[in-house]
Nanobody
């Protein structure tokens, strides 16, 4: 049973930074793609970033390129999302997701495993 637990959300002023963590358990994640998605009120869940477990290729939504960085610690089975230069439009619930594949996907239904989500609020 794959379990994903996010942490690190909170309230921050525009221009500030947060780092989200996703602790994964239940499997050997060497063949999994790990993704971050976000969902703002009244909007669909949207792709933010993804990373292949091995060899660690990264992918980003255009809206976060240059501001967010996804990384992983294989020894800790943990994926991180470093968010810098945050904007009010980044406010959303952020979800960690996993799929058993060597190919990434920007499509939420392609990820069968999800965490419970963590709220990020950016004030102007």
């Amino acid at each position: 049973q794959v379990q994903l637990v996010e942490s690190g959300g909170g309230l921050v002023q525009a221009g500030g930074s947060l780092r989200l963590s996703c602790a994964a358990s239940g499997r050997t994640f060497s063949n999994y793609v790990m993704g971050w998605f976000r969902q703002a009120p009244g909007k669909a869940r949207a792709f933010v970033a993804a990373i292949t477990w091995t060899p660690g290729r990264t992918y980003y939504a255009d809206s976060v390129k240059g501001r967010f960085t996804i990384s992983r610690d294989n020894a800790k089975n943990t994926v991180y999302l470093q968010m810098n230069s945050l904007k009010p439009e980044d406010t959303a619930v952020y979800y960690c997701a996993a799929r058993y594949s060597s190919a990434t996907s920007y499509y939420a239904p392609d990820y069968p495993y999800w965490g419970q989500g963590t709220q990020v609020t950016v004030s102007s």
